[in-house]
């Protein structure tokens, strides 16, 4: 893997882990994790691999650190001999989760849950897939929990919520 998209990854994953952790009490944070997740997914997943596919890459071994033979096996059957097909289904979803992220609401929280399932998939690829995608997953549940959040609302907030009933009409008027 050329050191470049290590360093890509690496950062990227960085700036998602600490925006989810500061995004329940920060919505800038929250803005920032969904751009650093869309980044993620459009060029750490989607571009890498449109690169990596148009220049020759093989992706016929990637399955073969899995611990279990039932991936391995079908990955060599099915995926490797018509990767040029799975690959560009791979890319859209890449870019189809990058593009959820950043269109806000029900969006992106479809977005996120989307990640997550991608990066638990990733998980039967090989143990050394558990760190990062563990990590990530976390990051993105914390993410969709301040997504999730009702408009306005913080947890530093220790006043009592105003009731949203309106006020009744001859309480206004008695004054």
């Known amino acids: 893997m050329p050191v470049p998209w290590l360093i890509f990854w690496s950062v990227t994953e960085l700036v998602i882990i600490v925006a989810a952790v500061w995004s329940w009490w920060s919505p800038r944070a929250m803005h920032v994790g969904r751009v650093a997740v869309a980044t993620l997914f459009i060029a750490g997943g989607a571009l890498f691999n449109t690169l990596h596919l148009t220049t020759g890459g093989d992706y016929a071994g990637f399955a073969d650190a899995s611990y279990l033979p039932f991936v391995t096996d079908t990955w060599r059957a099915v995926v490797a001999p018509h990767q040029d097909l799975f690959i560009a289904l791979l890319i859209a979803f890449e870019l189809g989760v990058g593009v959820l992220m950043v269109s806000g609401d029900r969006w992106t929280r479809l977005g996120l849950v989307a990640a997550i399932g991608f990066h638990v998939g990733l998980m039967f690829f090989g143990w050394l897939y558990y760190p990062f995608s563990i990590a ?24 009592p919520r105003q009731s949203t009933l309106a006020t009744p009409r001859h309480a206004r008027h008695s004054a």
Do not use: Q, S, Y
């Open 136 to 159: 990530m997953i976390v990051a993105f549940v914390l993410l969709l929990r301040a997504e999730r959040r009702p408009a306005g609302d913080t947890a530093t907030t220790a006043l």
